[in-house]
């Protein structure tokens, strides 16, 4: 057995710390998926634990870590496959969704990926299962991936699914990886099902959101932003006329969507859309907050206080409150994800079926998994 | 004691079947394999399940969860001698009109579910063919489709959360009411897991708001080519109908013997689109689909003037197998999926596939998405005739597969595509699919034999578990 040390120093793709990332004792950033499963095997034979780090912009969420290793994605940056009739396309995990959108939108199309991502990667939005305002219509980010490779935790590489729109070819591996935040394996390759980007897109503003959502019948998203309520809509310009008429407001062009909230201390309050207006009223007057109607998600900044009742709240409703940002002292002094979910040990036998030796992201998932 | 006396102590006499032919009922689904039903039980509660699991597993005998059996890839047999659960009864609907959801038992018949929240202006999206028999468990254990999961997506999409019986006996909720539940998407995994991974007791699915409008077109061609290209070509122009469905001459030709759907039966290829949305939405994208099939050639286009017109075209693309049934002694449908620029290339090679088998070929099948239903019409009491369809439908799926399809685009993989499931996946993500299944059912007592082949589980790959590790 070489010595751990040595073990670091033959990983491949080595590269300089990266800013914000926790300090650790080598940070690598593969350029071939073949490159990550050398890694993962070297990790997992010396139990070396491995933070793999996309963009940078979900890892608020979850437990604390500290990595021997930090595995970056982006040197897996390749759009694979792109196939615009087939609505699908296949890119390397590290490919920014900005990038990505961007390319699509030359096409008419879009992943329906999440509108402000910053420098989040497709990677790593799909393993944070984080959608964007569009779930709304497009439904979440899990329902729209077609296909995945993982590297697991002890350095193999599996594929699911597949490069079609509809499957039900073996059991659902694409869906187990988005939200398992690298849990299970690396998230090094996805297929992703495409939509039509609408080719006329409008804004309304609106100060009953709640009625503006039934009237429009399926509008892009509805935002509610401190007080502020606006309706996105989207389709034929026939359709985005129709849907404001029915809203019975003006309609602006374009879409303007709202940027992440400010505030070092954000939290995701997540009920049943029927509880949002509750789940809104809920929430003190000195935070902002941004609240997806029809979804049933509310982010929130404030001051670093007590959430206690907020999350009592929001669990007692078959919800959650879910610190996303804040300073290491609340991690220390709160769970970030608050009770875990009733199939604890279930999760726990399929992650060590995928990560014997536990190295990945070890602590993020619920239940200190 | 035995299993037949304890589970009749448990349900009563007559929730428990025996005879000889009960079991040859319950011995086979739609499909075309026949199983070994020793037993079959008909609980009634969350309870009874949990208690029947934890029998059966006493005695060692393999469990079946069973909806109404309309499953093609014979997913609702048991291919060793077990126990067949049957969830007809337990066929609770509660609804909850805020959130436009429901918690239903997994007896719940689709489109009973649909019917009872029309009147609240909701459906319950999926719609398999089979909707008027096949039940909501049977449909998520199979992530099953319909013509119109084109817009709204397939089963998975439309589920919430599970109640489940484990392996263990216990009772498990995966999922939950809010959005992104935490942890694992361990629901996303047990739909479409085809009743291997525990029996689903209740769900909570997501109900659909009724369209306020929606225009159906009928459209045909002389050449399945113009047909392929007009369901591409809408899709580039930004529409994606809430439904595509393609049909063939032959096809066609059934159909209007068994309903007169009103099918114009000398086209090569005859295409239903429907939209659904506000009134001014649909008319202009009703507009540019006539628009697109004028473009490519079409020698028939209709838009249905009424609810009725609109209901009889429907009828007759959901009678399609019924009329097939009806002319020929014996049938097998087949269900692959492509990327949909595939679809005339692989409709080529598949009838030429048929033709050198001398096999009769109807194909009726959801375009949008590239799903193919090839259904090949025979008589099994020709000599050497099973062979051959056999023979011929493994041709055809390795044509989709060549062209970068897949197995399965609703009806599962069951018995019938177990070895077929090489042909898609290597020897680690086969391994990787058999470890989840052993995550939730280590001893295999649900299902066996289903889905995944025989020596999925490579033990050599892998390190082992550190130890202490929880297990
Ligand atoms: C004429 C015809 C047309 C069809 N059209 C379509 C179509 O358009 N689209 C489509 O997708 N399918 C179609 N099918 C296939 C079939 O109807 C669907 O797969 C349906 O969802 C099966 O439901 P079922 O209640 O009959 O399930 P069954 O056949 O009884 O069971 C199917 C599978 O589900 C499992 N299962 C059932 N209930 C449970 C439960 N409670 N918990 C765990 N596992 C369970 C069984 O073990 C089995 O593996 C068609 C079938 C026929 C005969």
Known sequence: MTSVRSALDGLPGQVAPIAGAPEADATVAPASIEDVETILDTASEHHLRTLVWGGGTHQGYGGRLDPVVVLSTAGLDRIVDFQPEDLTVTVEAGVRVADLEKHLAEHGLTAALPEKPGEATVGGVVAAGISGWRRARYGPTRERLLEVILVTGDGRRVRGGGRVVKNVTGFDIPRLATGSFGSLGVIAQVCLKLWPLPSAQGTVTVADGDRALAAAYRPQAVVECDGSTKVFLGGTPEEVEGQAAAIGSPVTEGWDWPGELDGDVRWSLRVPPSKLRTAINEVRADYAYQAALGVGEVVISGPDGDVDALRKWAESVGGALVLIAGPPELYARIDPWGTPPAALSLQKRIVQRFDPVRILNPGRLPGGI | ?471
């Open chain 2, 1 to 471: 004691m035995t299993l037949t006396a304890e589970l009749r102590d448990l349900l009563g006499h007559d929730r428990v079947l025996t005879e000889p032919l009960e079991r040859w009922v319950y011995g086979i689904d739609s499909g075309v394999v026949r199983g070994d039903a020793q037993l079959v039980a008909f609980p009634e509660t969350t309870a009874e399940v949990a208690s029947i699991v934890r029998l059966a597993r006493h005695y060692r005998m393999p469990i079946v969860a069973r909806g109404a059996g309309t499953g093609l890839a014979g997913g609702a047999i048991p291919t060793q001698p077990g126990l067949v659960v049957v969830l007809t009864k337990m066929n609770s609907v509660e609804i909850d009109l805020e959130n436009a959801t429901a918690w239903v038992g997994p007896g719940v018949i689709n489109l009973d579910l649909s019917k009872q929240t029309d009147p609240l202006g909701y459906h319950f999206a999926p719609d398999p063919s089979s909707q008027s028999a096949c039940t909501i468990g049977g449909n998520i254990a199979n992530n099953s489709g319909g013509p119109h999961c084109l817009a709204e997506g397939s089963t998975v999409g439309h589920v919430l959360a599970l109640e489940m019986v484990t392996a263990d006996g216990d009772v498990l909720v995966l999922g939950g009411p809010a959005p992104d539940p935490l942890g694992l998407d361990l629901r996303g995994v047990v739909v479409g897991s085809e009743g291997t991974l525990g029996i689903i007791t209740k769900a909570l699915v997501r109900l659909t708001p009724n369209p306020p409008d929606v225009r159906t077109l009928l459209t045909a061609f002389s050449r399945v080519e113009d047909a392929a290209a007009t369901v591409s070509g809408i899709i580039a122009r930004g529409v994606v109908p809430a439904a595509l469905e393609m049909m063939d001459q032959r096809m066609t030709e059934a159909v209007e013997r068994f309903v007169s759907a009103g099918f114009p039966t000398d086209a090569a290829a005859v295409l239903l689109a429907e939209v659904v949305g506000l009134s001014a939405a649909v008319d202009a994208e009703a507009a540019i689909i006539e628009e697109v099939a004028r473009e490519n050639n079409a020698t028939t286009l209709r838009v249905a003037a009424d609810e009725a017109e609109r209901a009889k075209l429907w009828l007759g693309r959901k009678s399609a197998f019924g009329a097939v049934a009806q002319a020929a002694p014996d049938y097998y449908l087949h269900d692959t999926v492509v990327p949909r620029t595939k679809l005339v290339e692989t409709m080529t090679r598949v009838y030429e596939i048929a033709d050198r088998h001398g096999i009769m070929m109807l194909n009726v099948f959801h375009a949008g998405d590239g799903n193919l239903h090839p259904l090949m019409a025979f008589d099994s009491a020709e000599e050497g005739m099973l062979a051959r369809v056999k023979a011929a439908a493994r041709e055809l799926v390795e044509v989709c597969v060549e062209v970068g399809g897949s197995l399965s685009g609703e009806h599962g993989i069951g018995i019938e595509k177990r070895e077929l499931m090489k042909l898609v996946f290597n020897e680690a993500d086969l391994d990787a699919q058999a470890r989840v299944r052993e995550s939730f059912d280590p001893d295999a007592v649900f299902n066996p034999d289903k889905v995944l082949p025989a020596g999925s589980r490579c033990f050599d790959l892998g390190r082992p578990p550190l130890e202490g590790m929880w297990v």
